[in-house]
């Protein structure tokens, strides 16, 4: 292959990249897998049982109220007063002005020691749980683009996206278990070919479901972080946060683990496929492209 054929090629890939992982890029890309998740029992079982999957995904959610957090029910995290902080109740309020949200989600303060924030849905509403270390750890400009991170979570409804996924999988991932407990007490099941089937389906069936559920969420993590460069006062502090946090984390897993090597090969590959986040690296190289494109 000539250097030009070369040269045109990744000119091409690069292109797909910037396609991609565009604003409009990403949203399609994230509907293309939704439909895919919901797409696999109807491939694997019939459209039949899919139907059957879904009313019981309703019910559950009716029954059990979601995937919604109680605050008050989680040990060390408090909520956050308008007038405890002045500084952060004016970030939060111009987060919430260059986001377009009609109300500011609410707030809440962990005692966790790893430094880090998370959007939520609550029994109250949106609300975004932040550790007492982050606030200690990375300057004002990077506290603000990491919450605004949160914040465009909470704009693009990446929380009932997610939470339809996990409450699909969820159930998807049960049955198997159902069927291997009815198994358990009754062995002669066993010569039961069409229940071996159906649980074999749907353990392959339910692996896939977890594969493109988090394939989704990676998507949505760069989807937050193309929305935070764009209402974050300084655009280039989201990456400078990303690379502190992920240096803290490393200092942390080196102090725990004895700074073993990351693992290679298989179980990597398998890693990364699983990973409910993209690397580090990668979100900062997507955030350099939007700046310079």
Do not use: C
Not at 94 to 99: K, N
Not at 183 to 196: E, G, T
Request: aromatic share 8%; charged share 20%.
């Amino acid at each position: 292959m000539s250097i030009k054929e070369t040269t045109e090629r990744r000119s091409a890939a690069d292109d797909v990249k910037r396609i991609l992982y565009s604003k409009h890029g990403m949203n399609i890309l994230s509907a293309l897998l939704t439909l895919a998740f919901f797409l696999v029992p109807v491939v694997l079982l019939g459209m039949e049982f899919t139907l059957f999957m879904l009313v019981l995904m309703a019910v559950s959610g009716m029954l059990f109220g979601g995937l919604r957090i109680d605050p008050g029910n989680l040990q060390g995290v408090v909520p956050v007063s308008a007038g405890s902080n002045p500084e952060l109740q004016h970030i939060i309020d111009g987060l919430s002005r260059r986001a377009g949200l009609e109300r500011s989600p609410d707030l809440y303060m962990s005692n966790s020691p790893i430094a880090n924030a998370a959007a939520v849905e609550t029994t109250r509403g949106p609300g975004i749980i932040v550790s007492s270390s982050l606030f200690s750890s990375l300057p004002r400009e990077e506290i603000e683009a990491v919450l605004a991170h949160e914040f465009m979570h909470i704009k693009n409804r990446d929380l009932l996206l997610l939470n339809l996924l996990a409450r699909f999988r969820m159930i998807y991932t049960r049955i198997p278990s159902m069927l291997g407990l009815l198994i358990l007490f009754a062995p002669l099941l066993l010569f039961f070919l069409p229940l071996l089937s159906a649980l074999l389906i749907l353990s392959i069936g339910g692996f896939a479901a977890v594969i493109l559920e988090r394939a989704v969420m990676r998507l949505r993590e760069y989807g937050a972080d193309y929305g935070a460069v764009k209402i974050s006062t300084n655009p280039r502090a989201l990456a400078s946060a990303l690379n502190r946090l992920d240096w803290m984390q490393q200092r942390m897993s080196w102090s725990m683990f004895g700074g073993r090597a990351p693992e290679s090969g298989g179980g990597a590959a398998l890693e990364r496929l699983l990973r409910s986040h993209p690397e580090t690296s990668k979100r900062v190289e997507k955030i350099q492209s939007w700046l310079e494109g």
